[in-house]
């Protein structure tokens, strides 16, 4: 199981962008997808997370900015980010948990980063 994640790039703030992270491979069943991000000299932060019955949570800044969401069928997620900030500057890293047959445990599995740079 591989996770690509795209959509990241410049841009100024109060714009958008949206990010993707495909699963490649053999997910029998993708649960948790989650994205993170890190900023320059900070720790990783949990950004939002979306349940494969599609509940939601967000960390608190970027309530009512951004959006998760998932696409089953195409085994992607997604996460809409408007009204940019600076402070959002970031590489930003997709999560899932997938299990890759019925007979095996859930597993994490990380995409490469994409970086969000929010700049004038």
């Known amino acids: 199981v591989q996770l690509q994640a795209c959509g990241g790039g410049l841009v100024q703030p109060g714009g958008s962008l949206r990010l993707s992270c495909a699963v490649y491979?053999?997910?029998?069943?993708?649960?948790?997808m989650n994205w993170y991000r890190q900023a320059p000299g900070k720790q990783r932060e949990l950004v939002a997370s979306?349940?494969?019955?599609?509940?939601?949570n967000y960390e608190d800044s970027v309530k009512g900015r951004f959006t998760i969401s998932r696409d089953n069928a195409k085994k992607t997620g997604f996460l809409q980010m408007n009204s940019l900030k600076p402070e959002d500057t970031a590489v930003y890293y997709c999560?899932?948990?997938?299990?890759?047959?019925?007979?095996?445990?859930?597993?994490?599995?990380w995409g490469q980063g994409t970086l969000v740079t929010v700049s004038s």
């Open positions: 979306i349940a494969n019955n599609g509940s939601t």
């Open positions: 491979g053999s997910a029998f069943r993708i649960n948790t």
């Open positions: 999560y899932a948990l997938v299990r890759t047959d019925y007979f095996q445990l859930p597993r994490d599995y």
